[in-house]
C-alpha cells in the first residue's frame, strides 16, 4: 500500500513555472509517474520515473517538464517550465510496480488526490 499526497499546484501566467511535489509513504519497488486531466477530458500520462532512475515523457512536455525523486524525502517531483494554457489540468501523483521499459510507461496502481494547475494566457 502507498499513499500519496500532492502539492504545489497554483494559477501561473503562460511562460511561468510550477514544481509540483508528491509525498509518499514508500518508493520501494514501486515505479512513480505523473497523469493529468483537463476539464471534460480523459485522463493523460505525462511523465514517468523507474525504479532506477529512468526518466520518461509524454511528446508535449519534453523539453519543458523535468520528472525527479528524492528517495531521502519521500518525495517526487515535477518541474514544469514555459507552461502553456494547455497544461492546465488536475495533475495526479501515482505509483505502481510495472514498468514498462520500451514505452517508459509506469502502470500505476495507486493515485493521489490531486492538484489543480491552471496557466492563463
Known amino acids: 500500500q502507498v499513499q500519496l499526497v500532492e502539492s504545489g499546484g497554483g494559477s501561473v501566467q503562460a511562460g511561468g513555472s510550477l514544481r509540483l511535489s508528491c509525498a509518499y509513504t514508500s518508493s520501494s519497488s514501486y515505479c512513480m509517474g505523473w497523469f493529468r486531466q483537463a476539464a471534460g477530458k480523459q485522463r493523460e500520462w505525462v511523465s514517468s520515473i523507474s525504479f532506477d532512475g529512468r526518466t520518461s515523457y509524454v511528446d508535449s512536455v519534453k523539453g519543458r517538464f523535468t520528472i525527479s525523486q528524492d528517495n531521502a524525502k519521500n518525495t517526487l517531483y515535477l518541474q514544469m517550465n514555459s507552461l502553456k494554457p494547455e497544461d492546465t489540468s488536475v495533475y495526479y501523483c501515482?505509483?505502481?510496480?510495472?514498468?514498462?521499459?520500451?514505452?517508459?510507461?509506469?502502470?500505476?496502481?495507486?493515485w493521489g488526490q490531486g492538484t489543480q494547475v491552471t496557466v492563463s494566457s
Open positions: 501515482a505509483a505502481g510496480s510495472t514498468y514498462y521499459s520500451d514505452s517508459g510507461y509506469c502502470l500505476p496502481g495507486y
